[in-house]
C-alpha cells in the first residue's frame, strides 16, 4: 500500500493575509484600552480634548512588537490635528495601557485615520448613481 499523503508542513509567512488568533486577541484588547485611556485621561491637548475619537481597529504585527492604531474624530473635523496630537502623546498612551496588558512588552503605537468610512461613502454613492 502506497501512501500519497503529502504534509505541507510549511508555516504562514509574515506577509500572510490572515492574522493569528494572538494578533487579534491582542488587537481588540488594546483597542479597548487606548478607547478607555482618551475617555479618561487628561492629555492636556486642545484637539483631543475638543474631539470626541473613535478607535476604530487595532492592526498589530506578528511580532506584536508595532500597532497601527486607526481612528476617527467624530464627524471626521479636523483630521489631520486630531492624529499629530495622538502620535505626540504616544507615549503616553501607551505607559497608561501597559498597565493593563498582559505582555512582556508593550507595542509602539502608531495612530492612522480610518478611511474606510469614507471608501464606504464612495461605494454608496456609486451604487447610488448606478440604481438612478
Given at each position: 500500500m502506497s501512501n500519497n499523503f503529502v504534509f505541507?508542513?510549511?508555516?504562514?509567512?509574515k506577509n500572510s493575509f490572515f492574522k493569528s488568533?494572538?494578533?487579534l486577541k491582542v488587537g481588540e484588547e488594546i483597542r479597548h484600552l487606548i478607547s478607555n485611556a482618551l475617555l479618561r485621561e487628561s492629555f492636556y491637548d486642545e484637539h483631543i480634548k475638543n474631539n470626541n475619537i473613535?478607535?476604530?481597529e487595532v492592526n498589530i504585527s506578528p511580532d506584536?512588537?508595532?500597532a497601527k492604531v486607526f481612528v476617527m474624530p467624530l464627524g471626521g473635523k479636523k483630521k489631520d490635528d486630531v492624529l499629530d496630537s495622538l502620535n505626540k502623546v504616544s507615549g503616553r498612551i501607551k505607559k497608561i495601557i501597559s498597565n493593563?496588558?498582559?505582555?512582556?512588552?508593550t507595542p509602539k503605537l502608531i495612530f492612522k485615520i480610518d478611511e474606510t468610512f469614507e471608501?464606504?461613502?464612495?461605494?454608496h454613492y456609486i451604487l447610488e448613481k448606478i440604481k438612478k
Open positions: 505541507n508542513s510549511k508555516n504562514k509567512s488568533q494572538r494578533q473613535t478607535v476604530t506584536l512588537k508595532n493593563n496588558l498582559s505582555l512582556r512588552q471608501y464606504a461613502n464612495k461605494i
